[in-house]
């Protein structure tokens, strides 16, 4: 937590290092994967097994947080919760996954042939699936550590995203002498986002929302530039094709043009019944009564869920006020959780045998 590690740098490498180096001792390896589109690199850290179908867990090193952040506001223990840039998401999630993958290497068995810790660098800014995803192909089941909610509950499905930035261009000119002479890029703007907030009528599972505005040059001028912010997010693949769709609609204002920014797209994550009823039937012989949640947030298992790897999330500890000087996780939920994991992925190892 006292390491910064922004995900424009590549601090996340030296956490990358130390996940390494905590689990070489109990027979792990690692390397490096580079990532297309950030500086810094990922790792995969792989526990060989004893045979059966090799399972994966998720985990990223940056933060939301710039540097210099950890100096301000350093670790810290009051009571029973743990707080410091990062501590629930998701540095206190990836410790989570190294240890149990430390109690998984001191097991009498290992009834996976492979279990991979994917250790991703930029989960925060990303823009595509990363490099090291490819990693979790052929898994029984990918699972990822991202905090659980606060009341315990794990995450078994997600919303996808499309984030987007909404570019136009009228013609600057003065507000009362040359008006007829303007055309004004924030008239044609405030016309879009009735247009593309209107886009979730009649589709309940999507949320399309319009998130920072911009615009004029000055108060006397007619506006010849806006710009907008768009997070379109839904459950069902088929309303973000319809939202792309959307978008890219000429919407035919009279000497405006525009151009849309591409922020990224996340797939969802669909549900996988069996591995969450497994989760919570695991989770009660260990007399925890925990559920389960439809996030809509994205996360690195949106990745592996859409390309059929049944994913679960929220193995983290549990914890709160993701992104904000108020994170917080609870001490108390790390033991149970780490024996959950541990036996989540011997019993998805043996299913998918």
């Known amino acids: ?101 430390e109690r998984l290497a001191v097991a009498p068995s290992r009834p996976f042939s492979e279990l991979r810790l994917l250790v991703c660098a930029d989960e925060e800014t990303r823009l595509r699936a990363p490099a090291v995803c490819a990693e979790a192909t052929g898994a029984a089941a990918a699972f990822v550590f991202e905090c659980a909610r606060e009341n315990g509950d794990l995450v078994s499905e997600r919303k996808g995203a499309v984030w987007r930035t909404l570019h136009l261009h009228g013609r600057p000119a003065h507000a009362g002498a040359d008006t007829h002479r303007g055309r004004s890029a924030v008239s044609a703007l405030a016309r879009e986002i009735v247009r593309i907030e209107g886009l979730a009528a009649g589709r309940p599972e999507m949320t399309s929302v319009v998130t920072t505005v911009q615009g004029g040059d000055s108060p006397n001028t007619v506006p010849g530039e806006a710009r907008a912010t768009l997070d379109i997010r839904s459950s069902v693949p088929e309303d973000l094709v319809f939202a792309l769709a959307e978008l890219g609609r000429d919407g035919a204002y009279d000497g405006v043009t525009g151009e849309i920014e591409d922020r990224g797209t996340w797939p969802p994550m669909p549900r996988t019944p069996w591995l969450a009823d497994l989760a919570r039937a695991l989770a009660a012989e260990l007399g925890l009564q925990i559920g389960e949640q439809h996030s809509g947030g994205v996360s690195d298992g949106c990745w592996t869920g859409d390309v059929g790897i049944p994913t679960l999330d929220g193995l983290g500890p549990v914890g709160g006020d993701d992104h904000t000087p108020a994170e917080w996780i609870e001490i108390a939920t790390l033991e149970p959780r780490i024996e959950l994991a541990a036996r989540l992925v011997d019993a998805a190892a043996q299913r998918g045998a």
């Open 1 to 101: 937590m006292n390491h910064d590690s922004p995900s424009d740098g590549t601090e996340q490498e030296w956490i990358a290092e130390r996940v390494a180096a905590w689990l070489e001792p109990a027979g792990c390896t690692s390397r490096w994967v580079p990532e297309p589109d950030g500086p810094a690199r990922s790792m995969v850290v792989t526990l060989p097994g004893a045979g059966g179908a090799m399972v994966a867990l998720l985990g990223h090193t940056d933060t939301v947080f710039p540097l210099g952040e950890a100096t301000r506001r350093p670790f810290r223990r009051d009571g029973d919760r743990c707080f410091g840039p990062g501590v629930a998401d998701m540095k206190g999630g990836l410790l989570l996954a190294v240890a149990a993958m």
